[in-house]
């Protein structure tokens, strides 16, 4: 055995460097490398992928992982027995899917988001739909490679991204959603708008003051910036390689204040959940979060329950409108409070509000659960789009661009992911219930002590990484399953005023 | 023949990708990575490290290279013998050098920085006295391992850095320093001090205007952003990688004005040469400057004789008070270019002025020489070279730190890299002077057309890379071999009004 560990923690460590490579080329991509920089980077990363691929895929590591996983009884460290566990699921798609089908279709999804792009560019759904149709068409073959007696269909996709949740839990989750949240949502929407100031949409917020104001919730938030930065990106994301290196980015508008300091707090919940893995798990395969689901709802219950709460603003908006004095004079905090929880039937999944975003996942995970189970095609994607949103959003699509376009998440292959957002946004409200018994939540966000919330996540949370699956660190953090109804309760109490 | 070129190119390739990872991981050392993440990083540099030196040393790669070197004249592709050259001569030190004692030495020239830079923080030369002893023992047995009959002692250190030039090169460029500069800029430092007032010096100019004016000597340079950038990092530096990835930094001083300034000319200088390199030789071993002389005669001429002229001034002056309206208040720009060029005795290298900094040089070039061939010994090296500068620049040092202490070169193993430093300036100069018989420098920077000059450059210079040595580029630019003779009327010129 002993042999057999230590090819896999040498094979582990080479992989591992890669990956550190890897994870900086793309940091630096999305971030601040030159435009006409593209083709030469993306040279050398083919020369190191192709070192890499033959690592992983060489016969002694694999041969390693077998023979672990074979007397996993036989390991004492029980971290290495999750890792095997792990790297043996893994081994999956190198034994039962065909290489020359998995190349390809590693060929289709590389270039299906430039298709993609170009087709949402134009508003031509058309020109997207041959590429999305072969995407659906493999992932209908994989779940038939991948099958078990235990998973099967698009269980198998679900499960890849959000590990035990299946079409039986999420059906359960989007029921609740679809029965209490739908027609509330409709109600609150159709109530007559308020009225705000209006230099709290028109009025200039100059970058340098909203970077600053930025810079100061990062001291709010107690992320180490000793462990990470914040940059500006297109899109704001999270980047971690390791506790000692989360990196986070958000993105300026100046005729939006609201955007970068909800981006910001947002990629801030993603950021400290990796910073406070424990630091044990850098040199092993489980640093990082333990699912999608999980790591949004730290990214969802930051931004949302804690950043757009009024106890926030009541000690926070002062410093706000020394940044902007002018732009936000005589407005008070309570305006300010209601300007950023608006609710409103909107188009795009990524602009929608706390209140309907779930309704925009609802659309998704429908549409997938009948493409995969072949009871929806490719060609009547767009109607059957517009028609879930007019049902649930209660605003239909004039332009497939605003429409099925929007999101390139399918175009890259990941079908099954969409759910873990919305599943997010409840496991936080189900999260933060549960943190609200040991500590006053409003009260230490009042008295700007977001550091408990941080010690608190980290206990329950944060340091496990990914050795504990989504259950389990409900079981932990909660002391129980995942229920939708703390999630929908949270929503009807907050939107009813 | 086609095998071994087959073979070649292969390993060419991968060592190329790995050297890509290399140079981002350092980049992104220099200027944003976390603090924290030291340590993660430099255990994932290790593990590539090994894999690409694996490959370096790789007997195919070798036999690949000594096969071609052989039948050189059996390769029609001219750039391709450049290459098998210059790698041919790389395998001195795997062939000649035991290989412990070299590797013994990376480990030392390693923790040597660290040893210097706390030797300097404390003013302690004695703590650095050992190490740097060691360090100047190995390359006095590495100059034996390495000669040949045409290549001996200190020549050979020398020959590393710039191709061509040894004892007998550089001891002709500085006698002219020594006998025609010393005298002169004893002469010019000691007459008395123009006045300027006190806002030059004295006055805040913010980090953002100083940025806006930084990245308006973008455009004005055409520094092509489209494949570069501009960043801060603690001192300014280029790091390029390809044609189309050629990145720059400075840095920002609130009370010093001109700092950044000429740091961005300075760097800018360097980054146009690498980007103008012919883009076919990026997938191979010759993009880059051919050697750090010409380099440096790129960033010199750039920071000094064009950036520091009266007639860029006269029409950049404008834009620069526009940017700082109130701290340049009433200041001419008559006044601002004495301010800009100053000459003073100094103590430090990285801050002496135009007229002075060859002498600075000189120094470290007699004392290296000194060093190697065995007439001082490290523990007499503070008195020497407080002895020197006395002579040279009219000024002694009164503690170690200012004086022996202050550079990083040495304890990292670089000796024979001064003395590029002046040559740069001094090929500055001639260069200057023929670009001069074809295009009026000084009325295209008046006219705000520095990409003349940049064509120029990139005809004579630039589009090379590294397929001619030094001593060729000084024949294409001047149709001269090297003379010190108008570096010397240059100075004496400028500085004698």
């Known amino acids: 055995m002993e042999q057999y560990i230590n090819l896999y923690k040498e094979f582990r460590q080479k992989i591992k460097a890669f990956e550190y490579a890897f994870w900086l080329m793309s940091w630096d991509q999305e971030t601040e490398a030159p435009n006409a920089s593209v083709d030469y980077r993306s040279k050398q990363f083919q020369v190191l992928a192709t ?133 509330f949502v409709l109600e609150v929407t159709s109530r007559p708008k308020q009225k705000f100031n209006r230099r709290l949409s028109k009025a200039v917020y100059p970058k340098d003051k909203q970077s600053e104001f930025s810079h100061y919730l990062m001291e709010v938030f107690s992320y180490d910036t000793n462990k990470g930065l914040l940059k500006e990106s297109a899109h704001p994301f999270t980047s971690g390689v390791s506790s000692v290196d989360t990196r986070i980015t958000t993105h300026f508008y100046e005729n939006n204040l609201a955007s970068a300091i909800f981006s910001t707090i947002h990629e801030m919940g993603h950021g400290i959940y990796e910073q406070q893995n424990d630091p044990k798990y850098d040199d092993t395969a489980l640093h990082g979060g333990t699912s999608l689901g999980i790591h949004e709802s730290q990214s969802r219950m930051y931004e949302n329950m804690i950043g757009r709460s009024f106890a926030f603003w009541k000690t926070h908006y002062a410093k706000l409108v020394e940044c902007f004095p002018k732009q936000l004079k005589d407005i008070p905090v309570e305006e300010f409070y209601q300007y950023i929880n608006q609710a409103k039937r909107s188009l795009i999944r990524v602009e929608a509000d706390e209140l309907t975003y779930s309704l925009h996942v609802l659309v998704r995970y429908e549409i997938e659960k009948e493409l995969i189970n072949g009871k929806l095609k490719v060609k ?31 175009s890259g292959g990941a079908i099954g992911y969409f759910p873990t957002y919305a599943l997010g946004s409840a496991y936080a409200a189900q999260i933060y219930r549960s943190m609200n018994k040991e500590i006053n939540v409003e009260k230490v966000i009042e008295e700007n002590n977001i550091a408990a919330i941080n010690a608190w996540s980290k206990e329950h949370i944060h340091k496990f990484a990914q050795t504990k699956t989504p259950k389990q660190i409900l079981q932990i953090a909660t002391q129980q399953d995942f229920t939708p109804k703390y999630y929908v309760e949270y929503l009807k109490e907050k939107f009813s005023n």
Chains 1, 2 share one sequence.
């Open 51 to 183: 070192e890499s691929y033959m690592l992983e895929s060489d016969p002694k590591y694999i041969e390693a992982i077998e023979k672990l996983y074979e007397n996993l009884d036989q390991l004492e460290d029980e971290d290495l027995k999750i890792e095997i566990k792990e790297a043996n699921k893994g081994l999956r798609i190198v034994k039962k899917v065909p290489k020359d089908e998995w190349i390809e279709y590693q060929v289709l999804t590389q270039s299906g988001s430039h298709i993609w792009a170009q087709a949402k560019e134009k508003n031509d759904f058309d020109m997207y739909a041959p590429t999305l149709e072969k995407i659906v068409d493999f992932n209908k073959k994989l779940v038939k490679y991948l099958e078990t007696p235990e998973l099967k269909g698009y269980d198998i996709l679900l499960d890849m991204f959000e590990e035990g949740f299946g079409v039986k839990e999420y059906d359960t989750f989007f029921n609740t959603v679809k029965e209490e949240l739908v027609p």
């Open 380 to 410: 009547d994607l767009p109607r059957k789009w517009n028609q879930l949103m007019g049902q649930y959003v209660g605003k239909r699509p004039s332009t497939n661009k605003e429409g099925v376009l929007q999101d390139i998440h399918w």
